[in-house]
């Protein structure tokens, strides 16, 4: 006799019992298929979900940000061209004062290029007021 | 050996007549499409994390582009900076020495409105030359090139990690990207258990139909498992891209108030040493010659300011995440 003979004969033959336990046991694993690949969907749907609310605030906040500081260095560019013109008209000037001219327009030059162009993105009500206004909708 | 078996007993199954075929070969069925489904579920997966993993790195490469060309900026306006340090106020500064007695004469005297307030001589020659050595000692150190943006900017690296909580300094290079993919809770997908215990009921039953069905279902549950968990690793990254996108964004608005300053520095340069030419130009006599000498004295003064001026002022804390926080706050 063969080995696989030999173990063919150990195989318990077909009955009533193994009929039952194959049943259970494939009931079983499609239920807990069943189960686990619904919880799956259930979880990849909150991942997206979050992922959404996620990138929706970066982008408010980069929207924000951007916007903010497109506006801020255009002020600051136009107030920079006006203060040099008039610096320059006063650099030139026969005007008894115009000296003391020259002095008070470097001084606002200077005060404007020391404040900081990114010190209004502290401000919380500019912050919130922009925020109100893009009249976007966050889920959290 | 196990399969060998299975595949022998298949007729004696068959033997057992229609009553077990019929649920056996349903049930096969379905597990042949979970296991089919399982299979493509996990390909799914790993092309989801192989692709997030590619755009995580394609944005580290575009912000280190950035960062790069921040740097550069820093630089160029650092070396710019030391050029009109030594060209104005070091040039006045040996005016100054010059006609020393002569200029002391005009201490408080009021010109076109404004009072004369002549420095100290030795003290404003001696800080010109400590900022000039100080200069050359720490590009001695760090090099040139590290000197001038750091007199620039004091750190565009510490400015990108206010803005994204991570150093971007640290955020290149292979090892740091594979560090951050792992926190992100990449790497080898973990295709644990599928809840199923196949093994022991399949050599329990000694038959290869339901072995062949528990197999099906655990290659499905393991594919939904591995799915999810890539899309959980694809929506991370998708956020850090994002995050890492605003650190461009600052990084940009850095680099743009540097043409800011430079520009403004530019204009008063060019006026200071207009001012300075027609100073120099001079036989220097206190009593005629006060106007020029205030004028020179007030744009180089100016000059100084301006370079004294920060690009990025830390000690406020600004740019950082307190203001973007506020977003979340009132959301």
Redesign the interface.
Known sequence: MSA?NA??EL????SPA??V???R??V???N??VT??AQ??A??QE??A??KS??D??????D???TA?DKT?DE??EN?RRL?DQ??AA?VSDR????????DL?GA??DL??T????D??S?AL??QE?LQSGRV?E? | MFGHVGLKAIPKIGRAGGKLLVPLGAGAAVALGAGVKGAADTVKGRSIRKEAQKRFGNAIAECEATRVDTERAAREYGEFQIGVHKETVGQFADWLERNEHLVKRLNFKKVDGVRIRVPNIPKYVASVENVATGMIGLASGVGAGATAQAGALWGVSAFASASTGTAISTLSGAAAQNAILAWFGGGAVAAGGGGVAAGGAVLGLVSVVPGLLVGGMTIGVVGARTKTKARGFAATVEVEIERIGRARDLLGAAERRIEELEGLLGRMTERATRALAVLDALEFDPELHASEFLRALQLVTAVKEVLNTPVLDFKSGELTEASIEILRKYA
């Open positions: 696989s173990v063919e195989l318990p033959k077909p193994i009929l336990d194959s049943f046991i494939v079983t694993s499609i807990e298929w686990v690949v799956e969907q979880r990849r991942i997206r979050w992922e996620q990138l605030i970066i982008h408010v906040q980069r924000f940000l951007l500081l260095f600051r560019s920079f040099f610096l320059d650099l008894d004062d115009a000296a003391a001219q020259v002095s470097l030059i200077t290029a020391k900081s162009p990114f010190k993105l502290k919380p912050v919130v925020f966050i959290l």
